[in-house]
């Protein structure tokens, strides 16, 4: 493996991030933030508990997982979209560098700036609220393969999108939108039974269930469901990436 091709691609891209920290960084967290005062304070006056716990730590799993699902895909669709834009793509393709060091470079990066948003943001609710985590390996595992599965989803729509258009598209009218649906503020067993079973079709439930499992043992649906689905996306990721660069996808003029 070409180490040294990862590494300049890796903080090129971790570069990149540093130089518009308020964007990448400090917005994020204030957004986050809010949405933790807003329904935190307006729901949480009226829910004291769900599943035995408080309602203010109950949805701190959930905007972790929030910051890092959306994160995730938008860093690593910009990060590959843009040498794509300009045309710089072509040098690095032509360089003597693996497409796995390729996809290695600039999903680590984005993985890595999601994971470090989802660790701030964890560490600004204990600010706000008492909360325990129960298993801190599995939360570990759940982030490291969500930032990576979502970084790898984000690459795919940045190879996808002709246009800045199109890699928004992905990100606000599906991830987004499935992710609030995704028992987020709530228990998908506090739903109407019509409901709850078609909850179970979205595939965010899982991880964020899975995710609030690492902190209070709880869940809507069985760890290792949790642990199954998010290493099949994975899986299916992998080999559209695969693909992508088997077939020259997008990649070739």
Known sequence: MNL????????????????????????????????FVVFGAAIGSRINEVDGVNYGAFIVPGLIMLMLLTQSVSTASFG?????????????????????????????????KAIILGLIVLATARLFVPFSIQHPLIMLLFLLL??????LLGFIIGIWADGFEK?????????????????????????PPFWQALSLFNPVVYLVSGFRWSFYGTGDVSIWASIGIITLFLCIALAIVHWIFRTGYRLKP
Do not use: C, H, N, W
């Open 4 to 35: 040294q091709s990862v590494k300049t691609i890796y903080l090129a891209e971790v570069t990149r991030s540093l130089r518009t920290v308020l964007q990448s960084i400090v917005s994020p967290v204030v957004s986050t933030s809010l949405y």
């Open 80 to 112: 590959i979209f843009f040498p794509r834009f300009s045309g710089t793509i072509y040098e690095i393709l032509s360089a003597p560098i693996s497409s796995f060091e390729i996809v290695l470079g600039y999903v680590g990066a984005a993985a890595t």
């Open 146 to 151: 969500t930032a990576l599965t979502f970084s």
């Open 167 to 191: 890699l928004q598209l992905v990100p606000l009218l599906i991830v987004t939108p499935l992710t609030f649906l995704g028992g987020t503020f709530y228990s998908i067993d506090m739903l």
